[in-house]
């Protein structure tokens, strides 16, 4: 992908409210890969996050907008330089 390059992904952008937004399409840093997603979970941490309950909003650790998962499985699309 180029640096103008844009990506679709799930935002949400405040408690109950997401949307699908084009975003700029991230690019692998020194020590880093980019990964193109095929498959997302949703897990309690998300719904807390979604629904506003998540003790990290609160407490100023997270904000929104943010781009939730961790359960995700893809396929390297990019890789950065570094170690190797």
Same mark, same amino acid.
């Given at each position: 992908? %180029?640096? %103008?390059? !844009? ?5 949400? @952008? &405040? *408690?109950?409210?997401?949307?699908? #937004? /084009?975003?700029? =399409? *991230?690019?692998?840093? *020194?020590? /880093? ?5 095929? !498959?997302?979970?949703? +897990?309690? @941490?998300?719904?807390?996050?979604? @629904?506003? /309950?998540?003790?990290? #909003?609160?407490?100023?650790?997270? =904000?929104? *907008?943010? !781009? #939730? &998962?961790?359960?995700? +499985?893809?396929?390297?699309? &990019?890789?950065? @330089?570094? !170690?190797?």
């Amino acid at each position: 992908m %180029g640096s %103008g390059d !844009r990506v679709r992904a799930f935002v949400v @952008t &405040g *408690p109950g409210e997401s949307a699908v #937004l /084009e975003v700029q =399409a *991230p690019s692998a840093q *020194p020590d /880093e890969v980019v990964v193109e997603v095929a !498959r997302v979970g949703v +897990c309690g @941490t998300d719904v807390e996050f979604f @629904t506003g /309950e998540m003790a990290y #909003l609160h407490d100023g650790h997270a =904000a929104y *907008p943010m !781009r #939730l &998962g961790h359960e995700w +499985c893809g396929v390297v699309s &990019g890789v950065g @330089t570094g !170690r190797g």
